[in-house]
């Protein structure tokens, strides 16, 4: 998945430090720093959440997903349609 929120630099699009990524809001727990890929576009990309409650996905289009925080609903981005990383490709 890739999320797409931006508000000028996108800090954690590079950021491959070991750690957890939380919602901005509550703190609710989101993404291990494992399930992060390099993606092509300007945003963090995530092929997994931390738990199955970690976020809530609402269909927007016939390509992509509403992604919200699981607690508080906070506004995370979008999943693409078949959007992921590459077979093979592992960071670790």
């Known amino acids: ?3 797409c929120r931006f508000f000028g630099a996108e800090i954690y699009k ?3 430090k070991p750690g957890m ?5 509550c703190n ?3 993404f291990s720093s494992r399930s992060k890929f390099p993606h092509s576009s300007p945003w963090p990309a995530f092929n997994d959440t931390i ?3 970690s976020v809530t996905k609402m269909m927007e289009s016939l390509t992509a997903f509403k992604v919200l925080c ?7 981005g979008h999943e ?3 959007d992921g990383p590459e077979e093979g490709l592992s960071r670790f």
């Open 21 to 25: 990524y939380v919602c901005s809001k």
């Open 70 to 76: 699981g607690k508080c609903g906070n506004g995370l």
């Open 80 to 82: 693409f349609v078949n």
């Open 1 to 3: 998945m890739s999320f």
């Open 14 to 16: 590079d950021h491959f």
């Open 51 to 53: 738990r199955e409650d």
């Open 28 to 30: 609710h727990p989101l």
